[in-house]
């Protein structure tokens, strides 16, 4: 097992993938999917965990979501930040934008 972190997104929020040979999860993908992808490779994505609903921390989840058939985690209480642009703070940034709703509320 390895944990592999990038840093992406407008503001180089730190994202986490960890993989084995055969299975990946990533953590907080704020952004920049084309520098996720490739770490990932062919493995299976479990699980997209977002610590938190800011958009430095969940702009990319649509894109993994698409991608991947996979399943999107957040703690209960932030779910509704992810589909709210002013709660996750990407609309002062004129960029609103709406996460693909969590399958796993923690």
């Known amino acids: 097992m390895e944990i592999i972190k990038k840093v992406v997104g407008l503001l180089g929020a730190n994202c986490y993938i ?28 479990l699980y997209i965990i977002n610590t938190h609903g800011h958009y430095d921390h969940i702009g990319a989840n649509n894109d993994l979501k698409s991608r991947y058939d ?11 930040v992810l589909v709210n642009p002013e709660l996750n703070l990407s609309e002062m940034v004129e960029m609103p934008f709406i996460s693909v709703m969590p399958d796993i509320l923690l």
């Open 18 to 45: 960890i993989r084995n040979e055969t299975e990946a999860v990533v953590i907080d993908p704020g952004g920049n999917p084309e520098l996720i992808y490739p770490v990932i490779g062919r493995r299976k994505l």
């Open 70 to 80: 996979t399943k999107l985690a957040c703690h209960r209480d932030e779910y509704q």
